[in-house]
C-alpha cells in the first residue's frame, strides 16, 4: 500500500485536518469539503494546514515558509523530524510513517512552488542591535571564529543549491527559536553539525541581533536560491558541515 494511503498516515492526516478546521472556524460540511484528487497538491494539504496556503508560512511567525526552498534542504529537515534529530510532535507523528522516497516527493513538489513573499516586519528593534545583527550576517566576527551567515547561505540571503536554505522572508519569532533550539541540542543536524558550532560561539544577544536584522530585510529581486557560491567567497565557511542525504540513506 503506498506510504500516502497507509492508515497511520491517513489517522495523522485527519487530526491535522480537523485542528485547522478548528482553529479556523471553518464549519465542517460535506459541501465545503474539497473534492478529492490523488495529487500530491491535495496529499500535502496536510502540511498546508499549518504552513500556510501553497507552503506561504503561517501568519503566526510561527510555522515558517515551505515554497521555493531547495528541495534537499527541505527532505533533510523531513528527515530529521521523522528520525528525531528535530523535535515536533505534530510534524514527528506526520511523517513518522512515510518512506524516504515520499519525503523526497513532498520536498520536490514545495521547492518547485513560485509564490511571492510578504513584505518585511516593521523594525521596533534599535539601530544598535539592527548593526549587530548585519555586522554578524555580512561579515562574521573574526575573533569569535564565527562565519558570516552569507558565507554559507548566500551574499543575497536566498539560499544556495542544493541543501542551503534562504534565511530572508522569514519571521523574527521563527529564526530566534531555531537559534536557540541549534544551541540548546533541540535542533541538530547530521553530524558534522556546523551550524551547531556556529551558535555555540555566540551569545543569546546576538542570535537576537541577527534574526532581528534578517527578519527587516527585503528580499531581493530574484529570491530563488543561486546555483553555487563563489569559487573564491570571502570569509567561507572555515567548518565542515555535513552534506544533502540522499533518499534512502541513514547516518
Known amino acids: 500500500m503506498p506510504d500516502f494511503l497507509s492508515a497511520p498516515f491517513l489517522a495523522r492526516l485527519c487530526r491535522l485536518a480537523v485542528l485547522a478546521l ?5 464549519a465542517s460540511s460535506a459541501s465545503a469539503a474539497a473534492p478529492f484528487e490523488d495529487s500530491i497538491a491535495q496529499r500535502t494539504l496536510a502540511c498546508t494546514a499549518c504552513h500556510g496556503p501553497q507552503g506561504r508560512a503561517a501568519p503566526d511567525g510561527y510555522y515558517p515558509r515551505l515554497a521555493g526552498k531547495p528541495a ?5 529537515q ?8 528535530r523535535h515536533y510532535g505534530l510534524m514527528t507523528q506526520l511523517v ?7 519525503l523526497m516527493e ?3 513538489y514545495f521547492s518547485a512552488l513560485d509564490v511571492p513573499y510578504p513584505a518585511p516586519a516593521p523594525v521596533t528593534t534599535s539601530a544598535a542591535v539592527l548593526q549587530r545583527g548585519r555586522q554578524l550576517v555580512l561579515q562574521g566576527d573574526a575573533a569569535r ?14 539560499g544556495v543549491l542544493p541543501a542551503v536554505p534562504g ?8 529564526l530566534n527559536a531555531q537559534l536557540g533550539a541549534w544551541k540548546t541540542g533541540q535542533r541538530r543536524a547530521q553530524s558534522p553539525d556546523c551550524m551547531k558550532q556556529v551558535v555555540d560561539r555566540l551569545e543569546l544577544d546576538d542570535l537576537n541581533a541577527v534574526a532581528s536584522w534578517l527578519s527587516t530585510q527585503p528580499l531581493p529581486a530574484s529570491s530563488k536560491p543561486v546555483a553555487s557560491l563563489p569559487a573564491a567567497a570571502p570569509g567561507a565557511l572555515p ?4 552534506g544533502p542525504a540522499a533518499p534512502g540513506a541513514r547516518p
Do not use: W
Open 239 to 242: 567548518l565542515t558541515c555535513a
Open 72 to 76: 534537499a534542504y527541505l527532505y533533510n
Open 167 to 174: 534565511l530572508l522572508g522569514l519571521p523574527r519569532d521563527y
Open 78 to 85: 523531513l528527515l530529521n523530524f521523522r528520525d528525531g534529530r
Open 106 to 108: 513532498i520536498a520536490t
Open 22 to 26: 478548528a482553529g479556523a472556524g471553518v
Open 96 to 102: 513518522e510513517p512515510l518512506s524516504d522516497a515520499y
Open 145 to 158: 571564529r564565527v562565519p558570516a551567515c552569507a558565507a554559507c547561505h548566500g551574499q543575497a540571503m536566498t
